[in-house]
């Protein structure tokens, strides 16, 4: 569950940036085919978008990490990393049938590789949350 939680996370969150990304670099006109390489050349383009993709990038893994943890006790880190496995499913596979392979940002593959950690941080928000609420503190 927290595996889908990230993916379905992940689209929602990309979606008004993606939409502004259009709008503002007035890409309506662009064939669909193409529109995807459009977008991530103006992504790429701008320092300020580029930071925005790659955190909301981040946000969505930690997120399903988190929901795996909370739905797993006692191994929240654990749960929370494993939670990532259908990022790489999905980017391995991607890459493999070429639909991203010409397009495939350093920036993507820096996420989709790292979406492990996030999903553990994710975990471990969890697992913090669940000491407090215990009484065993942090530091």
Request: net charge neutral; proline share 4%.
């Amino acid at each position: 569950m927290g595996a889908l939680t990230g993916i379905v996370a992940s689209n929602l969150l990309s979606m008004p940036l993606v939409s502004y990304v259009i709008a503002s670099h007035h890409l309506e006109t662009v064939a669909p085919d193409r529109l995807n390489d459009a977008v991530q050349a103006a992504i790429g383009s701008s320092a300020v978008l580029l930071v925005l993709q790659c955190g909301l990038g981040w946000l969505a893994p930690v997120l399903g990490g988190f929901v795996a943890a909370l739905l797993a006790p006692g191994r929240e880190w654990l749960s929370g990393a494993l939670s990532s496995f259908l990022y790489i499913i999905i980017g391995i596979y991607t890459l493999m049938h070429g639909a991203q392979a010409e397009g495939a940002s350093s920036v993507s593959l820096l996420i989709l590789f790292s979406s492990p950690l996030a999903g553990f941080a994710g975990g471990a928000l969890r697992g913090l949350q669940m000491k407090r609420r215990h009484g065993e503190g942090v530091g």
